[in-house]
């Protein structure tokens, strides 16, 4: 790597959003070097950064975030001017099978990074060493945080709501927002959090819904909805989400939190019926070969969706008001759920061999 470059230190880059934010980091930003830093667990995935494998800019360290003597030897092997932390286990119904590595991931992993950080840039509490003034700690969080509201679609997310956490997974990133929040009050550190809503898009992990619905979809499989169908979210592309990380990373405010949402509040059955009007259209049931196979008399996607028992303490809506970010540093999002849905369905078409360069 470019030893005149500043290099930042990126975890979970084989994550999904990771993975999405890392080449448009890399391409946006001449001047920067990035060391990725991501243990490969069954949701990290190299094909997903093919693309800047080869860039003499991008550095991959296979290795633990909770690995305090790896953390350790990173920053002082690569000169680490900044971390933008992604790394966590981020599936909550993993995280209701097994919460202990919720706990250990994301609230030891996020305590291990943020202290090595501090002891790396900082001479005492309120006091950077001088070549590490201004080296920020960006902690990626997750609306979840702020646990469930009613269906009122005037009350939003905001930056003041109390944190009340629902899940062992939110649970666990409420724990890390906690800490890092700690490390700017009694340390002085130069701290930023964003919360964003579900993301969607090219590169995420089939266990997650929307790929599960495309992958059930294509192979005719039944398309799992929880419950009623009526739980909301609020759904940002991913590319919007690596937008506002960029912007909240270079110029937020230091201490401050920043709520991330597209404004797009849809029921998970919407979701479904949608995805399914859309694989209709652009590769229809007799065309699917199979569909063929299996003999199937299907008129049209929709007729696999089918209900199953809810997930357990399920929080019923989710819906983000990004006022903050939009107006003290000028987010906006780009695609709307219909814009982006058509391109992430595609995507998937390709992925799953259905259509290629669709
Ligand atoms: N996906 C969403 O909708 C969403 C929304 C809001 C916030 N977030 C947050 O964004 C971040 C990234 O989410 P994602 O969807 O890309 O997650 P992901 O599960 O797709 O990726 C997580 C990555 O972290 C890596 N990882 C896990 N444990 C590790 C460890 N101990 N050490 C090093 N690497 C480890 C995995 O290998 C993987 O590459 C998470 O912190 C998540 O809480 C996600």
Redesign the pocket.
Known sequence: MDKTKKTILI????????SNFIPYFLEKYPEYNVVN?????Y???LENLKEVENNTRYKFIK????NRELVEHIFNEYDIRGVI???????VDNSIKNPGVFV???VD?TYTLIDVAKNYWMEKPFEYKDEYKGCRFHH????EVYGTLPDDPNILFTEEMPYAPNSPYSAS?ASSDMIVRSYHHTFGMDTVIT??????GPK??DE?LIPTIIRNALNGNPIPIYGDGKNIRDWLYVLD?CKGIDLAYHKGKAGETYNIGGRNERTNIYIANKICEILDELYPVENNSKLKTKNSKLKSYKDLITFVSDRPGHDRRYAIDASKIENELGWRADENFESGIVKTVKWYLNKYGEIKNG
Request: charged fraction near 15%.
């Open positions: 975890t979970g880059g084989a994550g999904f959003i990771g830093l991501d243990l490969l667990t949701a990290g995935n290795g633990d975030i909770c932390h992604f790394a966590a286990e981020s599936h250990r991931t994301n992993g990626i969080s997750t609306d990133k919360n964003c809503s579900n993301n969607y995420q992990h997650k989400h």
